[in-house]
């Protein structure tokens, strides 16, 4: 099994930053792709970013193109996602989540076997 961690979240006020860490262990070797996705009251899930392991190929939401990028630590582990210029309607709970393999419906919850319990990101106005 994989277990993953997020970090990093907090409250923070319109235009500052923020970075989500999330941490992989257990079987890491069987995740092909990493994704954030997040929830704010009274929405559904939404995909955020994904990035794929094998050549640190990333995938955004039009939404935060270019605002909060992913990336990847192979030798810890850990995905993070760095969060820019953040905006109130960013605030959300953030999950990290890992799929088996690359599918080109990165962007889907269901494609993820693991998930975080998801760190709370409050931002101001």
């Known amino acids: 099994q994989v277990q993953l961690v997020e970090s990093g979240g907090g409250l923070v006020q319109a235009g500052g930053s923020l970075r989500l860490s999330c941490a992989a262990s257990g079987r890491t070797y069987s995740i092909a792709t990493m994704g954030w996705f997040r929830q704010a009251p009274g929405k559904e899930r939404e995909f955020v970013a994904a990035?794929?392991?094998?050549?640190?190929?990333?995938y955004y939401a039009d939404s935060v193109k270019g605002r909060l990028p992913i990336s990847r630590d192979n030798a810890k582990d850990t995905v993070y996602l760095q969060m820019n210029s953040l905006k109130p309607e960013d605030t959300a709970v953030y999950y990290c989540?890992?799929?088996?393999?690359?599918?080109?419906?990165?962007?889907?919850?269901?494609?993820?076997?693991?998930w975080g319990r998801g760190t709370q990101v409050t931002v101001s106005s």
């Open positions: 989540a890992g799929a088996r393999s690359y599918s080109s419906n990165y962007y889907v919850a269901a494609q993820y076997a693991y």
């Open positions: 990035i794929r392991l094998s050549d640190g190929r990333t």
